[in-house]
Protein backbone atom coordinates (compact mmCIF):
# COMPACT_ATOMS: atom_id res chain seq x y z
CA UNK A 1 0.00 0.00 0.00
CA UNK A 2 1.86 3.32 -1.19
CA UNK A 3 -1.11 5.22 -0.99
CA UNK A 4 -1.65 8.76 1.48
CA UNK A 5 -5.42 8.82 1.76
CA UNK A 6 -6.83 12.49 2.83
CA UNK A 7 -10.29 12.96 4.14
CA UNK A 8 -12.53 14.87 3.43
CA UNK A 9 -11.54 15.42 -0.50
CA UNK A 10 -13.94 18.91 -0.32
CA UNK A 11 -14.73 21.00 2.63
CA UNK A 12 -17.23 24.10 2.53
CA UNK A 13 -17.06 26.08 6.47
CA UNK A 14 -17.71 29.07 7.72
CA UNK A 15 -15.58 31.53 9.59
CA UNK A 16 -16.89 30.10 13.19
CA UNK A 17 -17.05 26.61 12.59
CA UNK A 18 -14.80 24.19 13.71
CA UNK A 19 -13.21 21.22 11.05
CA UNK A 20 -10.91 18.82 10.65
CA UNK A 21 -8.41 17.03 8.03
CA UNK A 22 -7.49 13.63 8.16
CA UNK A 23 -4.59 12.16 6.73
CA UNK A 24 -3.68 8.37 6.97
CA UNK A 25 -0.73 6.46 5.85
CA UNK A 26 0.35 2.36 6.15
CA UNK A 27 3.39 2.56 4.83
CA UNK A 28 5.57 3.18 7.96
CA UNK A 29 6.71 6.02 7.25
CA UNK A 30 7.40 8.11 10.87
CA UNK A 31 7.57 11.69 8.97
CA UNK A 32 4.43 13.55 7.82
CA UNK A 33 3.67 17.05 6.29
CA UNK A 34 0.94 19.23 6.11
CA UNK A 35 1.60 21.70 3.01
CA UNK A 36 -0.94 24.45 1.88
CA UNK A 37 -1.48 25.50 -2.14
CA UNK A 38 -3.12 28.34 -3.39
CA UNK A 39 -4.24 28.34 -7.06
CA UNK A 40 -1.48 28.13 -9.59
CA UNK A 41 1.26 28.56 -6.44
CA UNK A 42 3.52 25.91 -5.18
CA UNK A 43 2.60 24.05 -2.12
CA UNK A 44 4.05 25.70 0.91
CA UNK A 45 4.99 23.59 4.30
CA UNK A 46 3.06 24.12 6.92
CA UNK A 47 3.96 21.59 9.63
CA UNK A 48 6.10 18.58 9.89
CA UNK A 49 6.25 15.68 12.39
CA UNK A 50 8.76 13.62 12.33
CA UNK A 51 7.93 10.01 14.81
CA UNK A 52 4.80 11.61 15.67
CA UNK A 53 6.68 14.66 17.19
CA UNK A 54 6.18 18.18 15.75
CA UNK A 55 9.51 19.00 14.89
CA UNK A 56 8.56 22.33 12.23
CA UNK A 57 5.67 24.82 12.96
CA UNK A 58 6.44 27.02 9.56
CA UNK A 59 5.00 30.02 11.76
CA UNK A 60 1.54 28.95 10.83
CA UNK A 61 -1.16 30.88 12.55
CA UNK A 62 -2.75 29.53 15.96
CA UNK A 63 -6.13 28.58 14.11
CA UNK A 64 -4.39 25.72 12.35
CA UNK A 65 -3.68 23.20 14.93
CA UNK A 66 -1.85 19.61 13.80
CA UNK A 67 -2.16 16.62 15.99
CA UNK A 68 -0.30 13.04 15.10
CA UNK A 69 -2.40 10.62 17.18
CA UNK A 70 -0.20 7.62 15.98
CA UNK A 71 2.40 6.58 13.23
CA UNK A 72 -0.10 6.44 10.82
CA UNK A 73 -2.29 9.49 10.95
CA UNK A 74 -2.20 13.07 10.81
CA UNK A 75 -4.83 15.69 11.71
CA UNK A 76 -5.45 19.18 11.14
CA UNK A 77 -7.74 21.16 13.29
CA UNK A 78 -9.30 24.47 11.40
CA UNK A 79 -10.70 27.04 13.52
CA UNK A 80 -11.74 30.82 13.12
CA UNK A 81 -10.38 30.61 9.66
CA UNK A 82 -10.09 33.25 7.27
CA UNK A 83 -11.63 32.99 3.77
CA UNK A 84 -8.08 33.97 2.47
CA UNK A 85 -7.29 30.17 4.03
CA UNK A 86 -9.38 28.32 1.33
CA UNK A 87 -6.75 26.38 -0.51
CA UNK A 88 -6.02 22.83 -1.35
CA UNK A 89 -4.39 21.16 2.11
CA UNK A 90 -1.82 18.05 1.12
CA UNK A 91 -0.71 15.60 3.54
CA UNK A 92 2.54 14.22 2.44
CA UNK A 93 4.93 11.13 4.30
CA UNK A 94 8.34 10.01 4.07
CA UNK A 95 10.25 7.22 5.24
CA UNK A 96 12.29 9.61 7.98
CA UNK A 97 15.89 10.41 8.02
CA UNK A 98 16.22 9.21 4.48
CA UNK A 99 16.22 11.75 2.11
CA UNK A 100 13.85 10.64 -0.64
CA UNK A 101 10.80 10.97 -1.92
CA UNK A 102 7.73 12.35 -0.33
CA UNK A 103 3.84 10.63 -1.15
CA UNK A 104 1.27 13.00 -1.28
CA UNK A 105 -1.96 12.22 -0.85
CA UNK A 106 -5.22 13.85 -3.11
CA UNK A 107 -5.50 16.66 -0.71
CA UNK A 108 -8.70 18.64 0.78
CA UNK A 109 -10.13 21.47 -1.33
CA UNK A 110 -10.93 23.80 1.44
CA UNK A 111 -13.49 26.78 1.00
CA UNK A 112 -14.27 29.44 4.06
CA UNK A 113 -17.35 31.54 3.66
CA UNK B 1 9.45 29.29 1.17
CA UNK B 2 10.14 29.00 -2.25
CA UNK B 3 13.22 27.52 -3.25
CA UNK B 4 13.92 28.76 -6.89
CA UNK B 5 12.44 29.69 -10.18
CA UNK B 6 11.46 27.32 -13.06
CA UNK B 7 10.61 28.37 -16.08
CA UNK B 8 9.01 28.22 -18.59
CA UNK B 9 5.93 29.31 -16.44
CA UNK B 10 3.51 27.34 -19.25
CA UNK B 11 4.59 25.14 -21.63
CA UNK B 12 2.17 24.29 -24.93
CA UNK B 13 2.84 21.58 -27.18
CA UNK B 14 1.53 19.28 -29.50
CA UNK B 15 1.47 14.95 -29.27
CA UNK B 16 4.82 13.82 -29.94
CA UNK B 17 6.63 16.72 -29.66
CA UNK B 18 9.72 16.84 -26.46
CA UNK B 19 8.69 19.47 -23.71
CA UNK B 20 11.74 20.73 -21.66
CA UNK B 21 11.98 22.68 -18.40
CA UNK B 22 14.06 24.08 -16.08
CA UNK B 23 14.68 24.49 -12.12
CA UNK B 24 16.99 26.87 -10.70
CA UNK B 25 17.55 26.75 -7.26
CA UNK B 26 19.46 28.82 -4.31
CA UNK B 27 21.09 26.40 -1.51
CA UNK B 28 23.65 23.53 -1.39
CA UNK B 29 21.19 20.58 -1.81
CA UNK B 30 21.51 16.65 -1.34
CA UNK B 31 19.01 15.77 -4.28
CA UNK B 32 16.73 17.46 -6.12
CA UNK B 33 12.81 15.90 -7.16
CA UNK B 34 10.75 16.22 -9.51
CA UNK B 35 6.63 15.75 -9.32
CA UNK B 36 3.78 16.13 -11.26
CA UNK B 37 0.70 17.37 -10.17
CA UNK B 38 -2.99 16.64 -12.02
CA UNK B 39 -5.81 19.46 -12.07
CA UNK B 40 -4.76 20.64 -8.71
CA UNK B 41 -5.07 17.38 -7.10
CA UNK B 42 -2.23 15.11 -5.52
CA UNK B 43 1.58 15.78 -6.06
CA UNK B 44 3.48 12.64 -8.13
CA UNK B 45 6.92 11.88 -7.72
CA UNK B 46 8.44 11.47 -10.61
CA UNK B 47 12.04 10.92 -10.31
CA UNK B 48 14.88 12.13 -7.82
CA UNK B 49 18.70 12.83 -8.39
CA UNK B 50 21.31 13.32 -6.20
CA UNK B 51 23.87 16.06 -5.97
CA UNK B 52 26.16 13.64 -6.86
CA UNK B 53 24.59 12.70 -10.01
CA UNK B 54 24.51 14.66 -12.99
CA UNK B 55 21.86 12.73 -15.24
CA UNK B 56 18.92 10.48 -14.94
CA UNK B 57 16.24 8.46 -17.01
CA UNK B 58 12.97 6.68 -16.22
CA UNK B 59 10.84 5.75 -19.18
CA UNK B 60 10.48 8.88 -21.34
CA UNK B 61 11.66 11.33 -18.24
CA UNK B 62 15.30 12.52 -18.61
CA UNK B 63 16.84 14.97 -15.95
CA UNK B 64 20.20 16.82 -15.57
CA UNK B 65 21.49 18.34 -12.62
CA UNK B 66 24.37 20.77 -12.84
CA UNK B 67 24.99 21.90 -9.16
CA UNK B 68 27.92 24.24 -9.96
CA UNK B 69 25.06 26.46 -12.17
CA UNK B 70 22.63 25.21 -8.95
CA UNK B 71 20.39 24.29 -12.09
CA UNK B 72 18.19 21.11 -13.33
CA UNK B 73 16.32 20.24 -16.37
CA UNK B 74 13.62 17.79 -16.80
CA UNK B 75 12.77 16.49 -20.41
CA UNK B 76 9.62 14.81 -21.49
CA UNK B 77 10.25 12.48 -24.72
CA UNK B 78 7.57 11.57 -27.29
CA UNK B 79 4.73 13.72 -25.03
CA UNK B 80 1.23 12.24 -24.75
CA UNK B 81 -2.18 14.39 -23.72
CA UNK B 82 -2.06 12.57 -20.78
CA UNK B 83 1.22 14.54 -20.24
CA UNK B 84 -0.81 17.69 -19.24
CA UNK B 85 0.07 18.53 -15.93
CA UNK B 86 2.08 20.95 -13.84
CA UNK B 87 5.57 19.90 -12.92
CA UNK B 88 7.53 21.29 -9.79
CA UNK B 89 10.94 20.42 -9.01
CA UNK B 90 11.91 20.22 -4.84
CA UNK B 91 14.91 20.33 -3.27
CA UNK B 92 16.28 18.58 -0.08
CA UNK B 93 18.90 20.70 1.55
CA UNK B 94 22.41 19.10 2.85
CA UNK B 95 21.16 21.18 6.25
CA UNK B 96 17.73 19.49 6.06
CA UNK B 97 17.13 17.05 8.56
CA UNK B 98 13.58 16.30 8.25
CA UNK B 99 12.80 15.78 4.25
CA UNK B 100 11.52 19.53 4.02
CA UNK B 101 10.90 19.99 0.53
CA UNK B 102 11.50 23.34 -1.07
CA UNK B 103 9.42 23.98 -4.27
CA UNK B 104 10.04 25.76 -7.44
CA UNK B 105 7.42 27.57 -8.79
CA UNK B 106 6.06 25.30 -11.12
CA UNK B 107 5.99 24.71 -15.17
CA UNK B 108 2.38 24.29 -16.36
CA UNK B 109 2.35 22.11 -19.69
CA UNK B 110 -0.66 21.59 -21.83
CA UNK B 111 -0.25 18.69 -24.55
CA UNK B 112 -2.98 19.13 -27.51
CA UNK B 113 -3.51 15.91 -29.71
Known amino acids: DTEVTQTPKHLVMGMTNKKSLKCEQHMGHRAMYWYKQKAKKPPELMFVYSYEKLSINESVPSRFSPECPNSSLLNLHLHALQPEDSALYLCASSPAGLRTEAFFGQGTRLTVV | SQQGEEDPQALSIQEGENATMNCSYKTSINNLQWYRQNSGRGLVHLILIRSNEREKHSGRLRVTLDTSKKSSSLLITASRAADTASYFC?????????????FGAGTQVVVTP
Open chain 2, 90 to 102: ATLATTDSWGKLQ
